[in-house]
């Protein structure tokens, strides 16, 4: 069984552009959520998608959003880039959504640095 | 809101040393907890979990869990470390759905 795959691995973005991410779950899996690392703040919750709805958001900007398609996939994007974006975005799928946290499996994230 | 301590930025220990990681948690309700492991430039690999029940949780690469109500701890333990383990070791309690708050993590340095 194929684990969670993130592509891009690396990016390099310059200062005001946009860029987006992509996470493919594991197979039959439809909760897809996304979590920013940095060394300052640590892992930060993003958002989370389920059956292509939002059903759950951390406290970033409004230049983050993403979103999910019928096959699970899903994509973040980040506009107007930031130096401060500069992180590690790591994806993560579960089977299913409940108040039950069922167990999450990551993908080896993308690098984005900003310039 | 759901909070993660982890007292330690780092820890070193020599190989064959048994090993023991500090996690506080705040929660309200009974909380879900995960211990997750990090290799630099990796994601974040599940070591073990506690949902409910029996408090020792077993997991992967020989760790151990123990899940302290009375102490809000969930302390991640190895009796015998080796050199393989050094990583980085997050832990983590559920916040609803799958979102999941993390603490600050535990560099674990493995000496020979």
């Known amino acids: 069984k194929a684990g969670v795959t993130q592509t891009p691995r690396y990016l390099i973005k310059t200062r005001g552009q946009q860029v987006t991410l992509s996470c493919s779950p594991i197979s039959g899996h439809r909760s897809v959520s996304w979590y920013q690392q940095t060394p300052g703040q640590g892992l930060q919750f993003l958002f989370e998608y389920f059956s292509e709805t939002q059903r759950n958001k951390g406290n970033f900007p409004g230049r983050f959003s993403g979103r999910q398609f019928s096959n699970s996939r899903s994509e973040m994007n980040v506009s107007t880039l930031e130096l401060g974006d500069s992180a590690l975005y790591l994806c993560a799928s579960s089977f299913s959504l409940s108040d039950k946290n069922t167990e999450a499996f990551f993908g080896q994230g993308t690098r984005l640095t900003v310039v | 809101a759901q909070s993660v301590t982890q007292p330690d930025i780092h820890i070193t220990v020599s190989e064959g040393a048994s090993l023991e990681l500090r996690c506080n948690y705040s929660y309200g309700a009974t909380p879900y907890l995960f211990w997750y492991v990090q290799s630099p430039g990796q994601g974040l690999q599940l070591l073990l979990k506690?949902?409910?029940?029996?408090?020792l949780v077993q997991g992967i690469k020989g760790f151990e869990a123990e899940f302290k109500r009375s102490q809000s701890s969930f302390n991640l333990r190895k009796p015998s470390v080796h050199w393989s383990d050094a990583a980085e070791y997050f832990c983590?309690?559920?916040?609803?759905?799958?979102?999941?708050?993390f603490g600050a993590g535990t560099i674990l340095r493995v000496k020979s």
């Open positions: 506690y949902f409910s029940g029996d408090t």
């Open positions: 983590a309690v559920g916040a609803g759905g799958n979102k999941l708050v």
